[in-house]
C-alpha cells in the first residue's frame, strides 16, 4: 500500500465528511483497505469536531491545513520575509495510536486557531499590483503585498489588477486582472506536487524545477501537467480552457484523453468534449532584447511585472508569454528576452553588469533594429521601451536610456528568492563564469 494513495483518500474522506456530505461509514466502504486507518482518523476529527462549542464546521481552508500540518516539513527562508515557526508544547501525554495522536494535534491547531492566523507552514508569497482578495469562505478580504498564503486560499483579482504567488521553489505563477484561483497544496519537500484550481481568467505559470510533475493546475475542463521545466498559459472563460507553451512541454489531461503540447500550440478543452490542437502563437509579433557584453537585463512590464535576469544568475518570468534565457544565453551568445504577446505601453528595460567593460543590446521588432551602448563605467542602466500595438504589427521605440543605482533596479523588479532559486542561481553563474574564463564564487547577496 503507498502512502501517497493513503493520504490522498484520507485527505477526500475529511473534506467529505467534515462537511457533511457524507459519513464516514460510507468511506470505510468504499476503500475497505484502508478501514483501519481510515476508521482511526476520521473517529478522531469527529470527536474533535464535535468538542468544538464556539467554533463553526471546518471551511475547506482548514481541511487542508490540517493534512498539512500532519504531512509538512518547514518551508524554506526566503529573502523578503523572515520564516515564523511556532513552538507547540503539550505538557501531558495523550493515550491514543501514535498516527492518531499526530491527527488530533494537527487537527486541534487548525480547529481552535482565528482564521487568518499563522500557519505551521506557508505554501506560497505574494506580490500584489492593484488589488487582490482572499476569502475565508465567508467574505472577500484585500490581501497585503508580501502576505503568506496558506493551502485552500481562495484569490481573485480585481478588473485592473495583477498578482504573483511565489513557491519556496522559484516557480511563480501570474494572475491576470478578472482571475480567481484556489491554492489546493503548496509544495513543501513532502513530494506532493503544487496543486491550483483555476476557476476564471488567465494564469501565467512558471515551473522552476526539472521535475514538472511537481505541479499541477486544474481547471473544470483539465489537468495540465508539465513535463519539466516549462512556462504556460492557461485561460478559463466561456466554457472552456486553452493552454499555450510556448517553453517546454506540458501534458493536458481530459477524462479520457491526453494531449502533450509542443511550443507554439494552443490545445482547447471543453468538458466532455475531445481536445483541440491549434498552432496560433504569433510570434513574429512581439519583440526581442538581445543582449552582448558582460550584461544582465530584465524587462519590467506596464503592470509592474518582471521577467529577466540578475547578473548572480536568478532567472524569472512573471510577464504572461515572455520567456528569457540566462545571463550566459545560448552558446554564451548573450541573454535574450522575447516578448511574444507585447500589451500597449512603457517598459523598462534594467541593465546590470556581470562584468568589466562594454555593452550593447539590440531591441528588434518585425524589421526595425534598435541599438542601445552601455558603458564600460555604468554599474547599472535602464531605457525605456514605448510599444505601440497594432491588429497586424508592434513597434518599439527606444527612450530615456540612462545611468541609474543598481539599488533603483532591484526596487523595480520586486522579487522574491527562495534558498531554492538561490542554490539554482549559483549554477547558472559558475556556468556564465566558467564559459569566461573567470573563477567560480557563490552569488553576491543583493
Not at 476520521?42 to 482548514?62: G, I, N, Y
Not at 481562495?154 to 495583477?162: C, E, P, Q, V, W
Request: net charge neutral; charged share 20%.
Amino acid at each position: 500500500m503507498s502512502a501517497t494513495d493513503f493520504e490522498s483518500v484520507l485527505d477526500h474522506c475529511l473534506d467529505e465528511v467534515l462537511n457533511g456530505r457524507r459519513t464516514f461509514e460510507s468511506c470505510l466502504a468504499d476503500w475497505p483497505q484502508y478501514a483501519d486507518r481510515l476508521e482511526a482518523s476520521l473517529r478522531t476529527a469527529m470527536a474533535v469536531r464535535a468538542s468544538a462549542t464556539s467554533e463553526a464546521s471546518p471551511v475547506s481552508a482548514r481541511r487542508a491545513e490540517f493534512m498539512a500540518a500532519v504531512h509538512t516539513t518547514p518551508q524554506q527562508s526566503r529573502r523578503r520575509w523572515g520564516l515564523r515557526t511556532p513552538r507547540l508544547s503539550f505538557p501531558t501525554p495523550v493515550l491514543l495510536a501514535p498516527a492518531a495522536l499526530v491527527a488530533t494535534v494537527a487537527l486541534l491547531i487548525v480547529l481552535f486557531r482565528p482564521f487568518g492566523s499563522t500557519s505551521t507552514a506557508e505554501a506560497a508569497t505574494l506580490t500584489t499590483f492593484g488589488t487582490v482578495e482572499r476569502t475565508d469562505g465567508n467574505a472577500w478580504q484585500v490581501v497585503p503585498d508580501d502576505a503568506a498564503l496558506h493551502d485552500g486560499d481562495r484569490l481573485r483579482t480585481s478588473a485592473d489588477s495583477s498578482a504573483v504567488l511565489t513557491f519556496s521553489d522559484g516557480s511563480t505563477v501570474t494572475l491576470d486582472p478578472g482571475t480567481e484561483i484556489v491554492l489546493e497544496r503548496g509544495y513543501r519537500g513532502t513530494g506532493k506536487p503544487i496543486q491550483l484550481r483555476q476557476l476564471a481568467g488567465r494564469v501565467w505559470t512558471n515551473v522552476a524545477t526539472a521535475d514538472g510533475s511537481a505541479f499541477r493546475l486544474q481547471t473544470a475542463d483539465v489537468t495540465v501537467v508539465p513535463t519539466a521545466a516549462a512556462s504556460f498559459e492557461t485561460t478559463v472563460g466561456d466554457g472552456e480552457t486553452a493552454v499555450n507553451a510556448p517553453e517546454g512541454n506540458v501534458e493536458v489531461q481530459a477524462p479520457g484523453e491526453r494531449m502533450l503540447s509542443a511550443p507554439g500550440d494552443v490545445i482547447r478543452a471543453r468538458l466532455g468534449q475531445r481536445l483541440v490542437r491549434l498552432n496560433a502563437l504569433a510570434v513574429d509579433r512581439g519583440f526581442t532584447v538581445h543582449l552582448s557584453g558582460p550584461l544582465a537585463a530584465s524587462l519590467v512590464s506596464p503592470r509592474g511585472l518582471a521577467t529577466g535576469a540578475t547578473p548572480d544568475g536568478f532567472v524569472f518570468r512573471q510577464i504572461p508569454a515572455t520567456l528569457t534565457t540566462d545571463p550566459g544565453g545560448v552558446e554564451g551568445d548573450g541573454q535574450r528576452i522575447m516578448v511574444l504577446a507585447p500589451v500597449e505601453g512603457t517598459y523598462t528595460l534594467l541593465l546590470r553588469r556581470t562584468g568589466d567593460g562594454a555593452g550593447t543590446v539590440l531591441v528588434r521588432a518585425g524589421a526595425s533594429e534598435q541599438r542601445i551602448e552601455v558603458p564600460a563605467i555604468a554599474p547599472a542602466y535602464m531605457a525605456r521601451l514605448r510599444v505601440t500595438v497594432s491588429a497586424s504589427t508592434v513597434s518599439v521605440q527606444v527612450e530615456g536610456a540612462q545611468s541609474v543605482l543598481p539599488a533603483r533596479i532591484e526596487r523595480a523588479e520586486r522579487l522574491v528568492l527562495s534558498d531554492t532559486a538561490r542554490h539554482h542561481a549559483a549554477e547558472v553563474l559558475k556556468r556564465l563564469r566558467d564559459r569566461r574564463g573567470q573563477p567560480g564564487a557563490t552569488p553576491a547577496g543583493r
